[in-house]
């Protein structure tokens, strides 16, 4: 065989090449119009006995050089691609996604803006303890110009016999310490019915990390004109927490900061593992803001640093962390939250870092 024959026979794989490649994207556009047509008619898209029939009818017409296994096994990554297009179309169509709205949602809480390129910072302690203690924090935020103060009224903690919370009493403090200082509330409520209530004393309401699934929640906050931070749940994949967002969307409320707070993963040596890489993929896949939270995630001091860095640095919309007057007495989380003196370090040292980001 010259070298003149093997380019030649070269050539003719490549118009093959190119016939295939025509003709599975004529199959994969009869899929995605088979894929609505199920859509509509609320029929599940994986088909095995249709598979059989199509894989029988091709094992009878079957003569070529290939083993019939090899074959089988073609057309069988075929019909997996093909589930995945119409797949992929579903989620496309959701309305949290780029593809319903390729500009980014600016979520605004009370002037405060998040989506639009700025970067913030949400804190405050753990759980609401007392008025003194919510107010110390406070002032020390406002004196390093952040509005943002969280701080958990309602409690879900592991163990029923854990402090559950001040409840409304604890909104109560929240809301009077913010408007004695110019501040906003971020504070979590746990179900539907306390919704309504939280409306007269928080500006933003999380859904926290237990309740990512609480559909019935989810659907109550996306009925309601207040922004929501929804929290990815402890072992939630991407997916299912951007179809989350959707339950609030789909309701009406498009007000969503998301936030990545760390997976459970197999690693001891951080109390979740965060995900850093979810933000940039939440980021793309949909058009809402992210926040990281460097508290929950690491659960270490030592690393609410280098964390919040990497969350700037990978285009986060917003740090969130703990602060609390005096960490060892605090009723929650007492190894992980920032005392004032490290709060003002650590909020010196991120905004000079996010200069130079700049
Ligand atoms: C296209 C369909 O959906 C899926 C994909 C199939 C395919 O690629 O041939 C077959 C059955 C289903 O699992 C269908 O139901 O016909």
Redesign the pocket.
Known sequence: MTTNDLSQLRDKIDEVNLQILELLNK?GE??QE??HV?EKQGIV????V??RQ?LDLIIENHDGPFELSTVQHIFKE??KA??EL?KDNHKKALLVSRKAQPENTIVDVNGETFGDGSQRFIMGPCAVESYDQVKEVAVAMKEQGLTLLRGGAFKPRTSPYDFQGLGIEGLQILRRVADEVGMSVVSEILTPQDVETALDYVDVIQIGARNMQNFELLKTVGSVKKPVLLKRGLAATIEEFINAAEYIISRGNDQIILCERGIRTYEKATRNTLDISAVPILKKETHLPVTVDVTHSTGRKDLLFPAAKAALAIGADAVMAEVHPDPAVALSDSAQQMDIAEFNSFIEDLKTFKDKLA
Request: hydrophobic share 40%.
């Open positions: 199959r009869i899929v088979i894929g199920k898209r994986f088909d095995p249709r598979e199509s075929i019909f093909s589930l119409q």
